[in-house]
């Protein structure tokens, strides 16, 4: 996979490093994560890579459209690697899982704005909220 990365970063004109590539397979393997698990994930596996480091590849990663970062209210900015396909997102109210949604209906923006007041709108961010199977599963045993 690591070349699949590789091929990634050179793409989008960024140098192939350590920490880019780790980054990059951490995001592949969890996805929706906070910035804090992204450092504790790559450090496992390279301990000698600082927090602002990771800071910086994921600010440089999101900046270069393979990383987006999401940040429902009231949470910390989470960061995934699925980008270009303008997916929503459902949110557990209870505790805080989030997982993909596919495209409300029709390609990107997915929605068209019943106002643009000129805008030339390109994508629409939509976040469901609920309870996850395994909160309300939880609920119902109390």
């Known amino acids: 996979m690591t070349s699949g990365f590789e091929a990634q970063l050179r ?13 990059l397979a951490v995001l ?19 301990p000698a890579v600082s927090h602002q ?8 990663l999101t900046e270069a459209g393979l990383v987006r970062r ?10 995934e ?14 505790c805080g899982a989030i997982a ?3 495209c409300a209906v029709g390609a990107a923006p997915c929605l068209t ?7 030339a709108v390109d994508e629409a961010e939509v976040v469901y909220w609920g309870v996850c199977p395994g ?3 939880e609920r119902q045993s109390r």
């Open 28 to 46: 592949g393997d969890h996805p929706h994560v906070d910035t804090e698990t992204v450092i504790a994930l790559v450090r496992a596996d390279h």
């Open 81 to 94: 690697s699925r980008v270009g396909d303008n997916h929503h997102h459902v949110v557990c109210r209870s």
């Open 113 to 119: 704005a019943s106002d643009d007041h000129g805008f």
């Open 135 to 137: 909160c309300a599963a």
């Open 53 to 60: 480091t990771v800071y910086d590849v994921l600010r440089a």
């Open 100 to 102: 993909d949604v596919d």
């Open 70 to 79: 999401i940040q429902p209210a009231g949470t910390v900015a989470r960061y």
């Open 11 to 23: 793409a989008v004109s960024l140098r192939v490093t350590q920490p880019r590539l780790a980054v």
